[in-house]
């Protein structure tokens, strides 16, 4: 039996279409546009690190740090994934660039949630879970393996995505690759 992230993989979405997804979802909450913004920044949030539910929400909102002129730093998650030995990971999420619109999407619940201390999505599991799908009619972990699909064909290394994304052992993404020589034709010519 196969993971339900390895189903989904031959669906690879380039990041145009990831971000269409996100810009395309629509909330609906009857006078509650608060609401609206914060599903949006979920689903921008799970599209710009890759990390699984669980570990979005458990940031806080003392872990996003502004110092950067270039990206926005999400410190110190840990990575959930059953470990003897806990691993935390800072995440980016780029101020310039194609994904600037999604991390344009999280900051603007940042800014309206208007907290200074505790959880940057105060929902449940069962809630988030509900969110995605209801919003684009994909599965949990639906934007994590696009990341992951994404960054290892961009830097066709599963040890730098492994380190990136917190996982153990890196052979466990091989499958996210999608490439072929015509990938890197440009490449084998040197």
């Not at 395309?24 to 921008?44: F, H, I, N, T």
């Not at 926005?72 to 030995?85: C, L, Q």
Request: some cysteine.
């Amino acid at each position: 039996m196969t993971k339900r992230g390895v189903n989904d993989i031959h669906e690879y979405y380039e990041l145009a279409a990831i971000i269409d997804i996100v810009n395309k979802s629509k909330p609906v909450y009857l006078y509650e546009p608060r609401k609206e913004k914060r599903d949006k920044a979920l689903l921008a949030f799970l599209a710009l690190t890759g990390m699984r539910i669980s570990e979005v929400l458990s940031v806080t909102h003392e872990q996003l740090c502004f110092d950067m002129d270039d990206f926005i730093e999400v410190r110190n998650v840990k990575i959930k994934k059953r470990r003897k030995e806990p691993i935390y990971k800072d995440f980016p999420l780029p101020l310039e660039g194609q994904l600037k619109p999604l991390t344009d999407m999280v900051l603007d619940w940042y800014m309206l949630s208007n907290k200074k201390t505790g959880p940057l999505f105060d929902i449940s599991r069962n809630r988030a879970w509900q969110i995605i799908s209801g919003l684009t009619g994909k599965w949990c972990h639906f934007f994590r393996s696009q990341r992951i699909s994404y960054l290892v064909n961009k830097f066709r290394s599963t040890v730098m995505v492994a380190d990136l994304q917190g996982i153990k052992a890196p052979q466990t993404i091989a499958h996210y690759y999608k490439g072929g020589w015509k990938h890197v034709k440009e490449q084998l010519k040197e």
